[in-house]
């Protein structure tokens, strides 16, 4: 059997050296992060072309199985990819979390971290801390003018506290879980300054020192409320929402008062809502006479959750009444059919 015959590398070229930082950085940006960084041992001239490849970093993904030693080393990562010496980062995406913070201090680097990403046009971040006692969030993350997408879900004791001077104009998507606001007209009025705001949910907030709960937005197309694990004692403000383009509508917990929904259709949602989804915590939804004037042409699906009886539940037949094109209805009551028989059925059924 003869010799395998070598490939020949005499005068063969470095194709990939060859290549030009900017598209190097794209073909890396094609490979997840931890083998995109391992690139950085193979030259000089790679020790950062890693970076700019970098668009979205999670700290959910970077942090997982991650040993408790290896934590400065994950912090030197981020330093040397947002402050690179080389090259200015640009990222898209930050989800943030505080699993490896042990006291006050350590929340310092992660919030000039925080800072450096917005002030260089970050457009989507989330924020997940899960200890109690953190420092005042960033300034500059309710006053950034590149971000489409916050979400905070946060498990401080202390109220949260809104710059006066907030303004996010091309946030369109806004998420807020379990918060408690100091001053609620201030996270009211950051709501409205969303000009392009298109989503909406709000996870078991509290909204303090405030007589009316007033969402107000030409523009927000879905709206989520859940109120299911607030103390029915931080209810003290009725709800009034504006909102003509609304499309979508979902609320989870204690009717605020006899007149919520009605308040809310008449302001908008017989003109643009879709699909209303609620889920009841107490006796108070459709309980009150619907003026039969107001006729919800676009409602297509309707989701009706109650804990309680209905045995009073032609207020509810009552409604299916104004809502001609109903296509999708799922009822879930306590009393099952009880209370809804013998009643005229709607046209949309």
Not at 5 to 26: A, C, F, K, Y
Not at 27 to 45: C, D, G, H, M
Not at 121 to 145: A, R, W
């Amino acid at each position: 059997m003869g010799r395998r015959q070598q490939p020949e590398t005499v005068g063969v070229l470095d194709r990939i050296n060859n290549l030009p930082d900017p598209i190097l950085s794209h073909i890396l940006s094609f490979l997840p992060n931890k083998e995109a960084v391992r690139t950085s041992i193979l030259s000089t001239r790679w020790k950062y072309l890693f970076a700019s490849s970098i668009s979205i970093l999670d700290f959910e993904h970077c942090l997982k199985n991650l040993y408790e030693e290896d934590v400065n080393n994950f912090m030197n990562f981020v330093d040397t990819l947002l402050f690179n010496p080389r090259e200015r980062v640009h990222l898209e995406s930050f989800w943030v979390n505080d699993y490896f913070v042990d006291d006050e201090d350590d929340y310092l680097p992660l919030y000039g971290w925080i800072s450096t990403a917005l002030s260089r046009g970050l457009k989507n971040i989330g924020i997940n801390f899960i200890n109690e006692k953190v420092p005042v969030l960033p300034t500059l993350l309710f006053t950034s003018h590149s971000l489409v997408t916050l979400t905070l879900f946060l498990h401080i004791k202390d109220d949260m506290k809104i710059p006066t001077n907030a303004c996010l104009p091309n946030l369109k998507n806004l998420c807020l879980t379990n918060l408690a606001f100091e001053d609620g007209y201030s996270i009211l009025k950051l709501i409205s300054s969303c000009h392009v705001l298109e989503d909406l949910t709000s996870y078991d907030c509290c909204f303090h020192s405030i007589s009316e709960l007033n969402i107000h937005n030409l523009l927000l197309r879905r709206l989520i409320l859940c109120f299911e694990h607030v103390c029915v004692r931080d209810y003290d403000y009725v709800m009034a929402i504006d909102a003509p383009s609304l499309v979508y509508f979902e609320y989870t917990g204690i009717c605020i008062v006899n007149e919520v929904l009605l308040s809310f259709f008449r302001e908008s949602a017989m003109y643009s809502l879709y699909i209303l989804a609620i889920e009841a915590f107490n006796e108070t939804f459709f309980r009150t006479r619907l003026d039969p004037k107001l006729v919800f042409h676009n409602l297509v699906e309707l989701k009706f959750h109650s804990y309680y009886c209905y045995r009073k539940g032609v207020r509810l037949v009552e409604f299916l009444h104004n809502v001609p094109n109903l296509k999708t209805l799922i009822l879930d009551l306590a009393d099952g059919e009880e209370g809804l028989r013998s009643l005229p059925i709607p046209s949309c059924l």
